[in-house]
C-alpha cells in the first residue's frame, strides 16, 4: 500500500494527544507498520521549543520568529522521522502537524499568505482529521488538567479564534472535521470510522494502479 501519513488536529483542549494515542494503540492491534509521532517532540528543536516554553522566554519572542522555530521543528521531524517512515510503507499517526502550526500563526497575526509558504517543504497528510471542539468545553478541559497551562490554553478569546482559522484551513484544505465535544470513546468511533474507510478506499484505488 505504501507509506500513509494520518494527522490529528485541533485547538488545545480538543483531544489530540488522547485520540491520536487511542488511534495508535487500535491500529497497532492489526498493523504491526503503526508509528506515532509528535510535534514539537523529543528531537533537539523540539526540545529548545519545551524549553522556552516552560521558562516563559517564548512569550518574549517575535511570533513570527515563533513561528519559524515551529517550522523548524516539522522540517526536522520531516526529514529524521516521517520521510524514513513513509519510505518503509508505514502508517503514522501525528499528534500534531504543520496545520496546527498554521493556525496557530495566524491566531498570533502572523501573514496568513506567508506561513502557509513557509510548509511548501511538508508533505501534505494523506488524511487529516480536525477535532473540532468548542472553545468553551476545550478550556473547561484544559482547567481540569493536572499541569501548568499557557496564557494562550487560558484564554477562551485565543482560543475561539484559533478554531476559527482551523475551520477557514478545513475549506481550504483536504481535511475531514471530527466533533470533539462528546466523550473520548465517542469521539474515537467516529475517528476509527473516518480511518478505516480512507484505508480501505486507498486498497480498492491503490495509487499506482493502472
Known amino acids: 500500500m505504501g507509506g500513509f501519513l494520518i494527522s490529528i488536529d485541533g ?5 489530540k494527544t488522547t485520540q491520536a494515542k487511542l488511534l495508535y494503540d487500535y491500529l497497532s492491534q ?20 519545551h524549553q522556552l516554553g516552560r521558562s516563559g522566554l517564548i512569550r518574549g519572542l ?11 521543528d516539522i522540517a526536522e521531524l520531516v526529514s529524521a522521522r516521517l520521510n524514513p517512515a513513509m519510505a518503509a510503507d508505514k502508517t503514522i499517526i501525528a499528534d500534531r502537524y504543520f496545520y496546527s502550526n498554521i493556525a496557530y500563526a495566524a ?13 511548501e517543504f511538508a508533505r501534505e497528510p ?10 468553551e468545553i476545550a478550556i473547561g478541559r484544559i482547567q481540569n488538567r493536572n499541569k501548568p497551562t499557557s496564557c494562550h490554553e487560558r484564554d477562551i478569546r485565543f482560543l475561539a479564534n484559533l478554531r476559527k482559522h482551523f475551520l477557514r484551513l478545513s475549506t481550504e484544505r483536504d481535511i ?19 480511518v478505516a474507510f480512507r484505508l480501505k478506499l486507498l486498497q480498492l484505488c491503490p495509487a499506482d494502479a493502472s
Not at 11 to 15: A, R, T
Not at 64 to 69: H, I, K, T, Y
Not at 176 to 194: A, D, F, H, L
Open 176 to 194: 475531514v472535521i471530527v466533533n470533539s465535544n462528546g466523550s473520548i470513546t465517542e469521539t474515537q468511533q467516529e475517528i476509527r470510522k473516518v
Open 126 to 135: 494523506d488524511l487529516s482529521i480536525l477535532l473540532d471542539a468548542a472553545e
Open 11 to 15: 485547538i488545545d483542549g480538543s483531544g
Open 30 to 49: 492489526t498493523r504491526s507498520d503503526a508509528l506515532l509521532l509528535v510535534a514539537p517532540g523529543d528531537r533537539p528543536i523540539g526540545r529548545f521549543i
Open 62 to 72: 517575535n511570533h513570527s520568529v515563533a513561528s519559524l522555530l515551529w517550522a523548524a
Open 107 to 119: 491566531a498570533m497575526n502572523v501573514d496568513y499568505n506567508w506561513i502557509t509558504h513557509v510548509y
